[in-house]
């Protein structure tokens, strides 16, 4: 990720610095993921996880007072703040919000749906309106595209736009992303932030993980697509810090084309090993990737939190060798988990016979992915 300078440097060193050799790191990954399954399949038979969708709770109204004062920092931090790279509004979107979400999310579940300024200004609008849910109902159909959409917009301009260092750039961003939040909130009422706001959905899903209610996720459109675009861009991430990619100059259009097949690489792979099963019809086999989409819900906070987390904690960047060791260990246990919510959602979903021969296209393609994500991480 491209940052000021004080924050650019997040990794843990080349595998020559590594505490064990990358090739071990790799391989016991790949044992603790098949000897998961293989414990799964004979110690666990039966579903344990609900999947019936949790009632939305009330706001917490003292939350809400302080994200509008949070709100009004950013923004004043932001645009009336210096114009440099050392700008402490690029601090507050790249890692107070965007990476510092994931720890908050996992220990106080959804914060984001507490703090949110629009929430609470839609909320303002549509009593003095008497449109408290909007003038129009969101679209079932659109599910979660807007915020695939935005999610990939963001990290779009932090991994691949000309100058993700520029905070005119990132002051524009946020600029649209508001304005689009205000005004598809009035229209489409809370739904609206539901299925479109990219960081309440973010802290939505990161919070089922904290919780273990992964399988209430709502299987709704663009599940896929925004899951594997968390997953791929910080696979794009490790992989433009490998020598590969830093020996070349990279036009803007490359490192997007680059960043796009890296998600959509996610996407199409997981879609295939979801489907790859007998004994379901045409119509329920193209159902499985979005009923199956909770299980990358593991993979991308582990990944988030082996990538980012010195941004966070710049202290143990002092430390390479546990540093590293929690780095594998973040991946490993996402892709863990992984394998149980991908394992528990097949014996609710997949007919008895199926049950184990209809679980290996996905134990493969998490192994492929363990392979390619740390690889990537230790050698970038």
Request: net charge positive; proline share 6%.
């Amino acid at each position: 990720m491209t940052l000021p300078a004080t924050l650019a440097a997040h990794g843990v060193g080349g595998p020559t610095d590594l505490p064990v050799p990358l090739l071990y790191s790799i391989v016991g990954a790949t044992w603790a993921l098949t000897l998961s399954f293989v414990v799964l399949v004979f110690a666990w038979r039966e579903p344990r996880f609900s999947a019936e969708s949790e009632q939305a709770r009330s706001r917490r109204p003292w939350l809400a007072a302080v994200g509008l004062v949070l709100a009004a920092w950013l923004v004043l931090v932001l645009f009336l703040g210096p114009d440099d790279r050392t700008a402490t509004g690029l601090r507050a979107v790249y890692i107070y919000l965007w990476v510092g979400l994931v720890p908050l999310a996992l220990l106080f579940g959804d914060v984001w749906r507490d703090l949110s300024p629009w929430r609470t200004i839609q909320s303002v609008v549509g009593r003095v309106t008497g449109r408290s849910d909007g003038v129009v109902r969101y679209p079932d159909a659109l599910g979660y595209w807007p915020a695939a959409a935005g999610i990939f917009s963001f990290v779009w301009l932090e991994l691949a736009s000309p100058d993700p260092s520029s905070i005119t750039a990132v002051r524009i961003w946020v600029a649209l992303y508001g304005a689009a939040m205000l005004i598809g909130g009035v229209v489409f009422g809370p739904r609206w932030f539901d299925r479109a706001d990219p960081f309440d959905v973010y802290s939505a899903v990161v919070a089922r993980l904290g919780r273990w209610r992964l399988a209430s996720t709502p299987t709704a459109p663009g599940l896929v697509p925004l899951l594997a675009t968390l997953v791929g861009s910080t696979a794009f991430d490790s992989f433009s810090g490998t020598s590969y990619w830093q020996r070349v100059d990279r036009s803007v259009l490359e490192s997007s084309l680059w960043l796009l097949a890296f998600c959509a690489t996610v996407a199409v792979l997981f879609a295939l090993a979801a489907m790859a099963t007998g004994g379901v019809t045409l119509r329920e086999r193209l159902l499985l990737p979005r009923q199956y989409a909770h299980s990358l819900i593991p993979i991308a906070v582990g990944y988030v939190l082996a990538h980012y987390l010195t941004l966070l904690l710049d202290v143990l960047s002092a430390y390479p060798t546990p540093l590293a060791v929690a780095k594998v260990l973040f991946v490993v246990t996402g892709h863990v988990l992984a394998v149980v919510a991908a394992h528990d959602c097949a014996l609710r979903l997949l007919p008895a016979h199926h049950r184990l021969t209809g679980q290996l296209g996905m134990l493969l393609l998490m192994v492929a992915i363990t392979y390619t994500g740390l690889f990537l991480l230790l050698t970038a």
